[in-house]
Every structure is written in C-alpha cells, then in structure tokens.
C-alpha cells in the first residue's frame, strides 16, 4: 500500500473534511449535528453553525475550545475520572430504582467483562444497568453523556472478538437482558417486533409453540439475542440459503442515539427506496453508533428438513462437491452445508455429544429443505455428487432425534472443542473468502498450523466460503503461536480476496486488519460516520475503527 493511504490526521485533513460535509449534506448526520455539548453535559443547539449547507456544522466536546478543529479521533477523548464515573453511578441508582438494575459487585462486573469463549483477557466493567423499557436507555445514555462514561452494550455474551469487554478508565455496561418481550406477531405479513434482548432461539420457540409456520433464520451462537445479532451483522448455518444479517431481515430498528434521541429506522412495509438505509448502519457497527432497543424482523416459512452427511479423503474432495451442488438446480433446496474436518468429527465424539460415535474424517453434513420430493431428489443428486467428488459414504439421519442431535454437535463445535483438552482454552478464528479459494485457504492453514505444532480443529460454513479453525492454547508461549498464525491466516484470506471475518465482527481483535483490507479511505468514512452520531466517542470505544497506529502496522509488514 503506497502512503497517500495514510489515514489523514484530523487536523489537517482537508478531505476527510470534505466527506464529512458530504455525509452531512446526504442528510445523514446533520439532524444530528446542529449542536454542541455544554460542559455540564446538557446539549444546546449550535446557532453559529446552522447555514454553512453542513460542512461546518457539527458537535464537538465542551472541551474543544477551538471551533474549526475536527471532533478528536475515536480513542483519544477524555473520559470521566474515577470519581466521576462514581458520581454517574448515584445517577443510575436515582434514574432507575429498580431492584438489581444497578450492579456493582465485583462477581458481576467481572463476568460481564469476561468471555469463557474467547481468548481476549477479562475486563471488568463499573457497572452493569438492566434497562427495562426504551425510556430506561434513554436515561442512562444522557447520564453516561454528561459524565462522559463510555457505554458498553451487553446482550448474549457469546460474540468472540472481545466485543464487550469492559473500557479501562470505566464504563457502564447496558444488560439488555431485560428487554425480552416479543411485542407483535403479524402471522400474516410474515413479520414480528421484539426487543432487542429477545433469543434468537426463543423467538424460534415461541412461534412454534404458538403454531406459527414461521421462523427467524438467523442463527449464531446459542444464547446470542437480538441486539448483539444486530450488533456483530451475524450470520451462521442458514447463511447460505437465507442469507445474513446485512440482507432483508431487520426491517425497522429502533435506537437510542448517543445525543439521547430515539430513532425508528423504517416503516413496516417489506421493501422501501426512501432514501438510504439507516437500518444497515446499526448492522455490525458493534454498538458504537448506539443502542438497539426494539427490531421489526422478517420471517420464513418452516420448509420440512432432513439433515445428511457424506464423508471425504480430505477437504479439498468436500469443498469441490459444495461449490457443485450449490451451482446446480438442486442448489436452492440446501438449507446448510457444513464442513467439519476429521479432528472436529474426533472433538465430538470425546465430548460425548452424540449418541453414536459418528466416522473420524472430512465430513460434510447437510440441511435439505423441500417437499417430500423436493428433499428426494435433491438427496439423490447429492449422493451422486459426493460420490463423484470421492465421498466414501452418504447418510440420512435415521430420525428427528439423531438430526437433531448432529446439528446441535455442529452448534456445540466449539465447546467441544475446549473440552477435548482440559486446561485449554481456544482462539476461535473467522475468515471468508470467494468460495473457489476455500481449498487453498483450507490447505495452507492447515499446513502451517501442523507446521508450528499447533492443536486445532476446523469447522466451516463451506457453502458460503467461511471458516473457522479452533485452535488450542494452554500458556503464553502457545497464545503467542496462535496469535502469528493467526495473523498469517487473516492475510492470506484477504489476499484472496476474502475478509478478516466472515460473520464474527472486528471487536478488539482484527481492528488492525481493516485498513489492508478496505482502504484508509473507506475506514475514514466509517470513522467519518462514526464522529457524526457518537462526537463524543462514548458509545463502545476501542472496538471496530482501527486505532491510528494500526495503519503503519498493516502498511510495515506489507507484502
Ligand atoms: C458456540 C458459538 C457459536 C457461534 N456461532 C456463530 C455463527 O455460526 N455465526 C455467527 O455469526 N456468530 C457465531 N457466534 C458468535 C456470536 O454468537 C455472534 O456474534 C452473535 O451475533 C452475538 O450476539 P450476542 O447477543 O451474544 O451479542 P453480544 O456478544 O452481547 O454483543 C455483540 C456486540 O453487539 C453489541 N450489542 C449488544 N447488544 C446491543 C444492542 N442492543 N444495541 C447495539 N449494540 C449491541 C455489543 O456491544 C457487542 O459489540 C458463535 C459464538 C459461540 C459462542
Ligand atoms: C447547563 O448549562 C446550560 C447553559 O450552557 C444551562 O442552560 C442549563 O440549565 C445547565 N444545566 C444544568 C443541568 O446545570
Ligand atoms: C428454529 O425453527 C425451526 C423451524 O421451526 C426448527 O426446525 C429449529 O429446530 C429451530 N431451532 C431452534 C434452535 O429453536
Ligand atoms: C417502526 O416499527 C414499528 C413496529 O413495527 C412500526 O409500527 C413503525 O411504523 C415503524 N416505523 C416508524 C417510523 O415508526
């Protein structure tokens, strides 16, 4: 990358400027905008600075005192003292009284900060706040803004990337767990509106109890909810048919804004060209642009299932089967297509999941959606593909039971994973590339992962090019390998034109790959946008937007 990449710095950078003004003049920001905060924190409208078409007008902290300096970079604003932080919490408690909706507690904050999931080290939060209702976010937002408290949205826990780590200075962390309630079910527009702490699973639950032919197809870790769904772009099994969080499925958001206003994104209608969508700037912004409360999403109709799973003499044989079938006319009839390779097919059986040991090698298993005769020929065309591309063996489940029970060892990946060796902990990796890359990705992954010893298992949502190597660590020393492998593997996907996550997010852990990957100026419009709804950076700071110093990184090693 040549140097007129360089993030510009703000002060003197007459075309992240002129973006802004651009951004501004969309539209975008400049409702936002037309104000300045006080230094007591109350927000006052900026007359000097209404007219001038939006390139200047813009909020800025109190404590810029020069007005044609550009609001600071996320990650250098000045942040409540200890003593402040404390004096926000006696807010909280006064705002909202209710019993355990303020939690200090070390247990607590701890647990919040910690993710036994992932490799990021704890870090506590100041407090944990349980909102009830919008009006309760609202609240707390306008206090962490006057005391300038960084605010760290919490819902499933189970993203990966470090996400909703606790920020060192202090920080508030929103429980959404409170807000589950589903609002409205329109059974018949094939749409529902839930709060943002609702399951995923849940949802899934209640609408089949309730005899509702519809599901929610998104589907992530288990436990994640809602808001953090929204909040990481996920994705999962169902991507390859249904498609991820950045396509149709979130309809109408409703968030609270950093400056304390309340948004609804959208109408209910299914489709809309009313101007740009404000829907997909909360989709993977990682609550850093605000704090999802309610969601108007899409549903599906419940199509019948069967799950199958074919073996292969290795992953290359597996990868060129997918890339077949999906490209044939039996393609749209795979709901999911999973890859688990020999060592992930041994993790399972270790931890006793299954009932019956399943083989130990390459293994492809299979969601097929249709009629009775749709799933027959679709079957039999697989079988016959497979076959081709050197599958030994092609299975149904025998009964709803055991498909069951294979796709929840399939969920129950990575769990098996840290539990095939005890004392071990696991870095559970995420890249994407163009699927005809797959195989050399797999490949040369899986070279240098036995090269530098390292112990790991691979799963994939082969359809869609995405891939996940499990690999385990028990000291420093082990970490400190898998943190260069896995740099190696994020380059080499996006030399493939891949990404440096497929669905996980960027939290704290590839912040430092989206320059390589996007271009300094694409990252300086996130941050551009980023500076125009959060000017004061409190909302989830030092996740997604590279810190400044991240550029020369990705720029030194360059290749
Ligand atoms: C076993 C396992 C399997 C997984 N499989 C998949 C998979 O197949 N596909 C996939 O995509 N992911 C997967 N994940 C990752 C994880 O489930 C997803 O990232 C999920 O979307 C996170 O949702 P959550 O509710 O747990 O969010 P959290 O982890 O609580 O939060 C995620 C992010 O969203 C923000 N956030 C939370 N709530 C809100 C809100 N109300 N408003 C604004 N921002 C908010 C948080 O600050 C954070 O930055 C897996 C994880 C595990 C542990
Ligand atoms: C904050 O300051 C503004 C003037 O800058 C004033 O109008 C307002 O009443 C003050 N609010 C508080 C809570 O002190
Ligand atoms: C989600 O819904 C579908 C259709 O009802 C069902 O097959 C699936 O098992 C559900 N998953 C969960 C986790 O509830
Ligand atoms: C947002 O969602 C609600 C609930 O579905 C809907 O009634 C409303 O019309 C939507 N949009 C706006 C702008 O209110």
Redesign the pocket.
Known sequence: MSSDAQVPKPASAPRSRMLEGVILGAGLALALSNYVYTQNGSVSLDGANVGHGGNEARARPAKTTNHDELPEPPGSHQYASKEEVQQAIEELRKALPGEDAIMTDLDTLTTYGHSD?SYHPTSPHSVVVRPQSTEDVVKIVNIARQYRVPI?????????EG??SGYPSGDICID?SGMDKIIEIHEGDGDVVVQ?GVPWEELNRTLKDKGIPLFFPL???????I??????G????NAVRYGTAKGEWFLNITAVLPNGKVIKTRRRARKSSAGFDLTKIFIGA??TL????EATLRLAPVVPTRVAMAQFPDIQHAVSAVQEILNSPNGPHLQCIELLDDKMMAAINTAGEVSRKLPISDTLFFKIQGSEDAIGATAAAVRETTAKHGSTRFEFAQTDEEAEELWESR??A??STIGSEPGARCWTTDVCVPPSKLPQLVSETKKDLADNNLRSTIVGHVGDGNFHALILFKDDKELHAVSDAVHRLVRRAIRMDGTCTG???V?VGKKEYLVEELGADTVELMKTIKRAIDPLNIM?PS?LYPDTDDKSKSTTTGH
């Open positions: 999931n760290v949205p919490y819902s499933g826990a189970t993203s990966l996400h909703f959404m943002a589907d992530p870790g288990p436990g994640a909810t808001g953090g769904m929204i909040g990481t996920c994705s999962g099994t990682e609550g605000g704090i999802v409360t969920k129950y990575l769990i669905e996980h997010g939290g989830n996740k």
